[in-house]
């Protein structure tokens, strides 16, 4: 399984672009990379998912690197609702098994 | 009515009861997981079901038990509960199946407390 490691927490101001950064060194040629979005006291809920390069939708952007080994998740213009915790996911989504999370990165934005 | 049902949604027990937290789901899905978080910290991922016939133990699976009685329900038991197993526990959902993204849905939550 690919773990994947990501910053604790970051501030942000409304308005700015905020950029996640997730490390997945082993990950394999199956897998995909997901990113999911969690409120508090509420369940995550799926942002992107991407294989290479970039994958754009109307809530985020995902870009990653030819070597595929990290990835960057990339919010537009946050709110003050996009306050959260982001978790980065690598497997193979075929599979979908032992789909595990990690402690995320939770993103503070400020006004 | 939501996708992926959860009950109880609150439960407070007592030390060394056993618990049964329950989970349907309406979206057709064949995987279906059970995390546990705890206050400030992520998701782990207790046990997981690919069919009916198929169990996997997940990250933190001693002290948990599963049944998955039909493809639409999957069930957590705790056979003597302890205040440690205090948390907020997710059921999810995912159609791997389909050729989609895999994408997990989330049921919204069963807080449980052990005195």
């Known amino acids: 399984l690919a773990k994947t490691t990501q910053p604790i927490s970051m501030d942000s101001y409304e308005g700015q672009e905020v950029n996640i950064t997730c490390s997945h060194n082993?990950?394999?040629?199956?897998?995909?990379i997901t990113w999911y979005q969690q409120f508090p006291s509420q369940g995550p809920r799926f942002i992107i998912q991407?294989?290479?390069t970039k994958v754009t939708n109307e809530v985020a952007s995902l870009f990653i690197p030819a070597d595929r080994k990290s990835s960057t998740l990339s919010l537009p213009r946050v709110s003050l609702s996009d306050t959260a915790v982001y978790y980065c996911?690598?497997?193979?989504?075929?599979?979908?098994?032992?789909?595990?999370f990690g402690a995320g990165t939770r993103l503070t934005v400020k006004p | 009515d939501a996708d992926v049902t959860q009950t109880p949604r609150n439960r407070i027990t007592k030390t060394g009861k056993r618990i049964m937290l329950e989970c349907s789901q309406t979206k057709g899905h064949d995987r279906m997981y059970w995390y546990r978080q705890d206050p400030g910290l992520g998701l782990q991922l207790i046990y997981y079901?690919?069919?009916?016939?198929?169990?996997n133990k997940g990250e933190i699976s001693d002290g948990y038990s599963v049944s998955r009685q039909a493809q639409a329900k999957f069930s957590l038991s705790l056979e003597s509960a302890i205040p440690n197993q205090t948390a907020l526990y997710f059921c999810?959902?995912?159609?791997?199946?389909?050729?989609?993204?895999?994408?997990?849905?989330f049921g919204e939550g069963s807080r449980l407390t052990v005195l």
């Open positions: 082993n990950i394999a040629t199956n897998d995909y």
């Open positions: 996911l690598v497997g193979d989504r075929r599979l979908n098994n032992d789909m595990r």
């Open positions: 991407g294989y290479k």
């Open positions: 999810a959902t995912s159609d791997a199946l389909g050729g989609g993204t895999g994408e997990l849905f």
């Open positions: 079901s690919f069919d009916v016939k198929d169990i």
